[in-house]
């Protein structure tokens, strides 16, 4: 189990309940949606994840550690485990696709001569080839997410996390996300991903968990197995 969450709510200070006793598990290597409509809780349970929030109860198990009673010194290195892509992509405006990709592998202390390999190696993966030197605003913005999974997975995290990934593209250009998101996860990286959108869910043979006002009201993990 790479995942665990054990009867976990969590109230935020003002009062709103956004999670109630919520309980699952991720084995590695998994690819699972998390489905809801807005303010179902989805980045709530994405946040709690991260430890950039803590649960009023309940226990949450990341690697087997636990994320509740992780020092904070120990957060930072904690957080290397996880790649995160954001709706709004979140790129660095006045830096290339290259320079955006490599200041992530610069955060965490890797090496010039790492870095001139592995980046051009991320790039391609994601299917920018060509474009290590546009900026973002000289991209569309199917290749600005393309940038964002390319900064998230270039330290190889072994959870994909992305909230809302697809919620500023057009249903074809999510499309191409969701295939490369797959691709991410056949080649080992457990994926979770956090979306309102039923048409990038439906037929696509994954587990779904489905949450509606902070409670998994379904979880098809039993039926779909390793069917895929
Ligand atoms: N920092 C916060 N403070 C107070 N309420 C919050 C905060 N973040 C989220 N909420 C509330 O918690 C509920 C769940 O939010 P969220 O987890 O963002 O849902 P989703 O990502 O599914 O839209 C919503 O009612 C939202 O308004
Ligand atoms: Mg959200």
């Known amino acids: 189990m790479i995942v ?3 009867n976990v709510s969590k109230t935020y200070p003002n009062g709103v309940k956004a999670l109630n006793d919520v309980s699952f598990k991720l084995d590695q290597g998994e690819f699972v949606f998390l489905m809801g409509p807005s303010g179902a809780g989805k980045s709530t349970v994405i946040k709690l994840m991260l430890r950039e929030e803590i649960p009023t109860r309940g226990q949450i198990f990341i690697e087997s550690r636990s994320v509740v009673r992780m020092q904070k010194k120990e ?8 790649g995160v892509v954001f709706q ?19 955060v965490v202390g890797a090496g010039n001569q790492e870095i001139r390999q592995r980046v051009p ?8 080839d060509g474009k290590n030197d546009r900026f973002p605003s000289q991209l569309s913005g199917g290749e600005q997410q ?6 998230a997975i270039v330290n190889r995290p072994l959870i994909l996390i992305a909230d809302e990934p697809t919620g500023n593209l057009d249903i074809d250009t999510s499309m191409g996300i969701m295939e490369l998101l797959y691709d991410i996860n056949r080649a080992g990286t457990t994926v979770i991903m956090a979306t309102h959108a039923r048409e990038l869910v439906k037929d696509s043979y994954k587990r ?21």
């Open 4 to 6: 665990q969450f054990y």
């Open 75 to 82: 957060i930072p290195f904690f957080r290397r485990s996880m």
């Open 88 to 106: 709004d992509f979140k790129l660095l405006e006045n830096k290339t696709v290259s320079e955006n990709i490599a200041f992530a592998m610069r």
């Open 121 to 128: 190696q991320v790039i391609k993966m994601v299917g920018l």
């Open 146 to 151: 393309r940038v964002g999974i390319a900064r």
């Open 208 to 228: 779904v968990i489905t949450l509606d006002q902070g409670r998994i009201i379904s979880d098809n993990e039993a039926a779909i197995g390793d069917a895929i």
